[in-house]
């Protein structure tokens, strides 16, 4: 096992590279940059295709192409550039075309700063472009994991035919850790059955997202919402620590997920019944775990994120309100203090 | 006497993708519209050149949205302005003929960017362009290209320069750019000029064949429908006023001298990962338990360019090397030139929390500024070291101050360049992160893997800092 230090944003290409991913389209945007970076070293000294694009909706329109053409494509960004990108990430959804899209998230809204937050949530859980659709999300919180995730999120793409983010943001990003590599890199095969790869094999395909009759838009989209239902019955990921006997859990992912780790640590030295609900999958979002802890006796949520509660929103439909969800957050580039989770801890299980 | 049907070659016989109930041979295009005849074309050339099991044709958002109900060929529908974009991914991607098929909205305005930087590349596409001076399927609006004076719905009193601008040339304009190997503007208004513009077409394809690069062909089209006239006055219309303001004709051919663009093979062996990687040379992870050992959390800060970054790492790699788990986090962006820049090391037995450090045991501050910022957030019991250049300090309470004349101490020790060795072996002689002297060696060691000439220098400069706080600091 080759362990060494690493960046996050390497780790995310890297894990890409493992994956099979020949394709990267991408623009530069200060703290998901690094990928990009490494990317246009890393991909051309295996013969594997580097672009750096004029925009994001021209990279993301890049990645729709080299998908269509039955390729593993990634690219990444942050937060003002996933805007950009949210038409073609609705019309991959469309078309059914699989791609791995990091953000790396940076505080907002409009310009913003390029600090760490988690204010993407809304735009990348729920869909962010037009029409009823939903990408798969992926939610490291470490430098390993930014790669093992980035390789699962391709495994998945392809699985489910659907855009898959991983979400991060600048602290995952920027961090060094030890990082072990992956054992076996994948070879990739181009689907005949879909893609359009200018091949004999393929001639008679076409990407479309366009259902000119009301009608059959209609069956397409249920079919989508059938294939999502079976996402979130199949896919759905989380890591829980010390739920069984908790009365107050902390729900978290990605970086504050790591704060909150730390703060669940101290309570229970307290003597505090404090767990850990991390949400590995953001969609799907899992529900049917968060609705069993809502069942203990007395159980306070509290959701801690870099954001305004756009987690904590989700979390209450999950458990259909049953439990009171308090929120912890802190927004603007800075990372929640320890004690801030502390103090809502403790007034929590009082 | 038998009949002869003569079908056009590329194009399905019947279009089912129009759907059930569409009369299955007949095109959904206006009577009179000029799409049509420019499918032909292309389907011709595609078909006559032996490429349709080669060829991917990109549809538009626009009248030829429906471009895949006649292309014989593998077919990608994609947003409206993109397709230069879209064919740039499947260019690269894969080894084929790339057909971008466009309108004036779609590639003159929306797409005018993606247009330009896909031309300036010299993409390996061939980019078919009908301007008909006005929006199809939305419903007749300005185009980019609608002449002066004339109606559309949006400028009802004729398009005026001094609100709307003027007609956008686009074969002048892309002829401006040095990579695309052939541009010309074409009409299919009356039978000469569709001969021409077939011979043109099928030049634009010639390209893709062989591999040469971008191609441009604008094509002076008829859209009777949204301009109101009948067929044969909108054909007279374009070939008296259109061609005024588009004159027909060859804007660049460098096709004799233009060689085929080759792209590379995609690797996906894991061998080839390992050896990118160098993964061989990467020593096997160490695990080293001790059940006593304190966690340290370490802040360094001072100017960009003091080597604040580079000291953190060195102090990771010594954590690393000793089997601990470890975070660096760097302050980052714009921050990192010329003002301050800062750096978190967090070094533990087990799983590290939030990798920022907000109250360091272990304050390492390289000027003034860094000083004043981070003292007062310092652990109680904690210290700070800083440069003794700094001069006077009012340090707060209960916090250990130690004030290193790095640059000095570096000079004595024979090495000039060696200030942050002597910070880092300063580290090592307080015993503040609990590492050993074997881990602070391999972490000097692995910074200098570049240039391992330095090693030994360096070596000497980190005992020298450790005897130096032995007889110094109490």
New interface residues.
């Given amino acids: 096992m080759a362990t060494t230090l690493l960046k996050g944003n390497k780790a995310v290409v890297i894990g890409a590279l493992y994956a099979g991913s020949d394709c990267y389209f991408g623009y530069p945007i200060t703290p998901a940059s690094e990928v990009l970076h490494e990317a246009s070293s890393l991909y051309p000294k295996l013969g594997r295709k580097f672009l750096q694009a004029e925009s994001e909706e021209a990279s993301i329109n890049m990645c729709y192409g080299a998908a269509a053409a039955g390729h593993r494509v990634f690219t990444a960004s942050s937060g003002p550039g996933i805007s950009l990108m949210q038409e073609g990430i609705s019309y991959m959804a469309g078309a059914e075309l699989p791609a791995v899209i990091v953000d790396i998230m940076r505080a907002g809204p409009g310009l913003g700063n390029i600090g760490p937050e988690q204010g993407d949530y809304n735009q990348v859980v729920k869909g962010g472009g037009h029409g009823n659709y939903k990408p798969i999300v992926l939610a490291p919180n470490s430098v390993q994991e930014m790669c093992d995730f980035t390789m699962l999120a391709f495994e998945l793409a392809f699985k489910w035919r659907t855009p898959t983010y991983v979400l991060a943001d600048g602290v995952l990003g920027q961090m060094i850790e030890p990082f072990t590599f992956p054992e076996k890199a994948i070879t990739p095969v181009i689907d005949n059955k879909k893609a359009v790869a200018g091949t004999a094999e393929t001639r008679e395909n076409l990407v479309t997202s366009i259902f000119l009759n009301f009608d059959q838009l209609g069956k397409f989209n249920d079919y989508l919402q059938e294939k999502y239902a079976k996402i979130a019955a199949e896919e759905s990921r989380v890591e829980m620590q010390n739920c069984d006997d908790a009365d107050v859990v902390l729900v978290a992912y990605g970086i504050s997920s790591r704060i909150a780790k730390t703060a669940m640590d101290l309570a229970r030295k307290e003597g505090l019944k404090v767990g850990l609900f991390r949400p590995i999958t953001l969609n799907p979002f899992p529900v049917e775990q968060a609705k069993k802890l809502a069942k203990h006796d007395k159980m306070t949520f509290i959701s801690v994120e870099m954001s305004n509660g756009q987690m904590a929103d989700d979390l209450r439909l999950a458990i259909e309100c049953a439990k009171p969800v308090k929120l912890v957050n802190r927004l603007g580039g800075n990372l929640i203090e320890l004690d801030q989770v502390m103090d809502a801890i403790r007034k929590a299980a009082k | 006497m038998e009949e002869k049907i003569i079908r056009t070659q590329g194009i399905y016989a019947e279009f089912p993708?129009k759907?059930p109930s569409a009369a299955p041979s007949a095109t959904h295009y206006c009577p009179g519209c000029g799409h049509g005849i420019i499918h032909k074309l292309i389907a011709e050339a595609l078909a006559d050149y032996g490429l349709?099991?080669?060829?991917?044709v990109?549809?538009p958002v626009g009248c030829a949205?429906f471009a895949?109900y006649y292309f014989?060929?593998?077919?990608?529908?994609?947003?409206h302005g993109?397709a230069p974009?879209?064919?740039?991914?499947?260019?690269?991607?894969?080894?084929?003929?790339?057909v971008s098929y466009q309108g004036d909205g779609d590639l003159a305005s929306i797409g005018l960017?993606?247009t330009l930087?896909a031309a300036n590349r010299g993409e390996k596409i061939a980019v078919f362009f009908v301007n008909n001076t006005v929006y199809g399927m939305t419903g007749g609006q300005m185009a980019p290209t609608t002449l002066i004076g004339e109606k559309t719905v949006t400028c009802p009193d004729g398009r005026d320069p001094l609100t709307q601008g003027y007609p956008t040339h686009m074969c002048e304009l892309i002829s401006t750019l040095k990579a695309p190997v052939f541009v010309e503007r074409v009409a299919v208004s009356d039978i000469k000029n569709i001969r021409n513009a077939r011979r043109v077409i099928r030049k634009a394809i010639e390209i893709q064949k062989e591999g040469k690069g971008y191609a441009f062909v604008e094509i002076l089209s008829p859209c009777p429908t949204n301009l109101g006239k009948s067929s044969v006055a909108n054909n007279e219309w374009i070939n008296t006023e259109m061609v005024k303001e588009f004159p027909l004709g060859n804007y660049r051919d460098n096709t004799a001298t233009a060689e085929p663009i080759v792209?590379?093979?995609?690797?996906?062996?894991?061998e080839?990962?390992?050896k990118?990687?160098d993964?061989a040379n990467?020593p096997?992870?160490i695990e080293h338990k001790d059940p006593n050992f304190k966690e340290s959390q370490v802040k360094i800060s001072g100017f960009g360019g003091q080597g604040v970054l580079s000291l953190g790492?060195m102090l990771?790699?010594a954590a690393?090397a000793a089997g601990k788990?470890?975070?660096?986090?760097?302050s980052?962006?714009?921050e990192q030139r010329g003002g301050t820049s800062n750096c978190s090391v967090i070094i533990s037995e087990d799983?590290?929390?939030?990798?920022?450090v907000?109250h360091p045991d272990l304050l390492v501050a390289m000027n003034r500024p860094s000083l004043e910022k981070f003292q007062n957030d310092v652990k109680p019991g904690g210290t700070i070291m800083y440069d003794a250049i700094i001069g006077d300090v009012k340090l707060p309470e209960g916090v250990r101050g130690v004030a290193v004349p790095a640059q000095e101490l570096a000079i004595q020790a024979g090495n000039p360049k060696g200030a942050n060795t002597i910070m880092f072996g300063v580290i090592l002689g307080l015993g503040l992160t609990g590492l050993p002297d074997t881990a602070f060696q391999s972490a000097l060691a692995a910074s200098f893997a570049k240039k391992p000439k330095l090693i030994p220098m360096n070596l000497e400069v980190l005992a020298f800092a450790q005897k130096w706080v032995k007889e110094n600091v109490k």
């Fill in positions: 993708r759907g349709q099991d080669r060829a991917v990109i549809s949205v895949y014989d060929a593998g077919n990608i529908q994609v947003a993109r974009a879209v064919a740039t991914g499947v260019s690269r991607a894969q080894d084929c003929v790339v960017n993606e930087q792209r590379a093979k995609s690797d996906f062996t894991t080839s990962l390992e990118l990687f993964i990467i096997a992870t790492t990771t790699q690393q788990q470890v975070t660096w986090y760097p980052y962006g714009p799983r590290i929390g939030s990798p920022v907000y």
